[in-house]
């Protein structure tokens, strides 16, 4: 299953139509896929009718990020927690707040904060908002999750999340296709940011690995 995937509703992002993405996860063999397109739920609803043509299981998420920081994904458990997330990206719009370190608790979503995250706060000092500060406070430990990327695997072995082996879940996001559908994500990147392809920063960008594995 994975847990964070783009469409081209991410805008200026993602590169996929829905169908797309969901043809790719019928391809891979995918039984279940969670759309989690930036800080908007526009595709959910085409989302859920492709996925049902599909024989797919669709699960309703988004990704919530501050500028080009990833901050955490939110995955509804029900329509209720769908609600939750739209209520509370809208909260933070409406107001002008800027969206804070860590999410609220909400009974119908779970969370899932990247390992990395967590690891470069721990090299700023900011323990406070790692993982491991979440479940230690008055967050249910049941509705969160550390998201581990693949490539951070052999890491575990030295992370101070270690013991945590329980709450973690593989964290591989889909954003391309390809080595094409890259370039388009890198010219979308370049056209929101308004500077040239050479000037864009790795943080801007997602991974070129971003793509759907069997």
């Known amino acids: 299953m994975y847990l964070n995937c783009h469409s081209y509703y991410s805008l200026r992002y993602g590169t996929l139509s829905v169908e797309k993405l969901v043809d790719e996860a019928v391809r891979c063999g995918v039984k279940a896929l969670a759309l989690t397109d930036i800080n908007n739920s526009t595709g959910i609803m085409e989302f859920i009718q492709v996925c049902t043509d599909k024989g797919i299981k669709p699960v309703a998420g988004m990704e919530f990020r501050r500028d080009d920081e990833l901050l955490y994904v939110g995955l509804a458990r029900n329509n209720e927690g769908f609600r939750e997330?739209?209520?509370?990206?809208?909260?933070?719009?409406?107001?002008?707040?800027?969206?804070?370190?860590?999410?609220?608790?909400?009974?119908?979503?779970?969370?899932i904060i990247s390992l990395e995250k967590s690891e470069r706060r721990k090299a700023k000092g900011e323990i406070m908002n790692s993982p491991i500060s979440l479940f230690a406070s008055r967050f249910s430990p049941l509705n969160h999750f550390i998201g581990v990327p693949p490539a951070s695997m052999n890491r575990?072995?030295?992370?101070?999340?270690?013991?945590?082996?329980?709450?973690?879940?593989?964290?591989?996001?889909?954003?391309?296709?390809?080595?094409?559908?890259?370039?388009?994500?890198?010219?979308?990147?370049?056209?929101?940011?308004?500077?040239?392809?050479?000037?864009?920063?790795?943080?801007?960008?997602?991974?070129?690995?971003?793509?759907?594995?069997?």
């Open 85 to 111: 997330l739209n209520d509370y990206l809208s909260r933070h719009n409406l107001r002008s707040q800027p969206l804070p370190d860590r999410p609220e608790q909400m009974e119908n979503v779970y969370w």
């Open 156 to 214: 575990l072995l030295l992370s101070r999340h270690r013991h945590l082996l329980d709450r973690m879940v593989i964290f591989s996001p889909v954003t391309v296709l390809d080595e094409k559908s890259y370039e388009l994500h890198r010219n979308f990147r370049a056209v929101d940011k308004n500077v040239l392809l050479s000037r864009l920063e790795p943080r801007q960008l997602a991974s070129p690995d971003e793509v759907m594995r069997p």
